[in-house]
T-cell receptor
Framework: KAGVTQTPRYLIKTRGQQVTLSCSPI?????VSWYQQTPGQGLQFLFE???????NKGNFPGRFSGRQFSNSRSEMNVSTLELGDSALYLC????????????????FGSGTQLSVL | GIQVEQSPPDLILQEGANSTLRCNFS?????LQWFHQNPWGQLINLFY???GTKQNGRLSATTVATERYSLLYISSSQTTDSGVYFC???????????FGEGTQLTVNP
């Protein structure tokens, strides 16, 4: 079974541009979540999607957005890039069925390394 | 929000040595997972262990939820065990996890 696939692996952008990152979850996984990893802040939760609906959102500005498609694939978008957005963006999927109290193991992709110049 | 503290921050071992990594958390959790991030950035899920003890080969983990800590044991360490080990906890249902700052493990041959 293929793992979580993220594209592209590396991305270089300039300030003010926007970027879209893609994530394909493990087959059968319906929950996709996104995390940002930086040397200063560590790993921080961005948002989570299940059945095409955003279920949870972290403390990030509105420039960070995402969506999920009917096949569970997800994209995240960052508009008006700032230097501080340079980070490794990690996508994770799980078999979560999002019933009360449910929690499942997270499986992460290899990430997209975004550099903002 | 919940606080997660991992210790030690750095650990250097010789191949074959054993080690114990600790994770303390500030509030009750219903989700606790251990991850290993290899030098290429890939996060590998080692354990889903909100309570109790689990073993997988040379690795084992114990979570004492009532005392708000978890331990990851690595026995007979190998150079491929090098990387950063993260503890992550969740308070609610879903995939939102709060990560600790990690333990940087270096295993020398």
């Amino acid at each position: 079974k293929a793992g979580v696939t993220q594209t592209p692996r590396y991305l270089i952008k300039t300030r003010g541009q926007q970027v879209t990152l893609s994530c394909s979850p493990i087959s059968g996984h319906r929950s996709v979540s996104w995390y940002q990893q930086t040397p200063g802040q560590g790993l921080q939760f961005l948002f989570e999607y299940f059945s095409e609906t955003q279920r949870n959102k972290g403390n990030f500005p509105g420039r960070f957005s995402g969506r999920q498609f009917s096949n569970s694939r997800s994209e995240m978008n960052v508009s008006t890039l700032e230097l501080g957005d340079s980070a490794l963006y990690l996508c994770a999927s799980s078999v979560l069925r999002y019933r009360q109290g449910a929690r499942e193991k997270l499986f992460f992709g290899s990430g997209t390394q975004l550099s903002v110049l | 929000g919940i606080q997660v503290e991992q210790s030690p921050p750095d650990l250097i071992l010789q191949e074959g040595a054993n080690s114990t990594l600790r994770c303390n958390f500030s509030d009750s959790v219903n989700n606790l997972q251990w991850f290993h991030q290899n030098p290429w950035g890939q996060l590998i899920n080692l354990f889903y262990i909100p309570s109790g003890t689990k073993q997988n080969g040379r690795l084992s983990a114990t979570t004492v939820a009532t005392e708000r800590y978890s331990l990851l044991y690595i026995s007979s360490s190998q150079t491929t065990d090098s990387g950063v080990y993260f503890c992550a906890v969740g308070e609610t249902s879903g995939s939102r996890l709060t990560f600790g700052e990690g333990t940087q493990l270096t295993v020398n041959p």
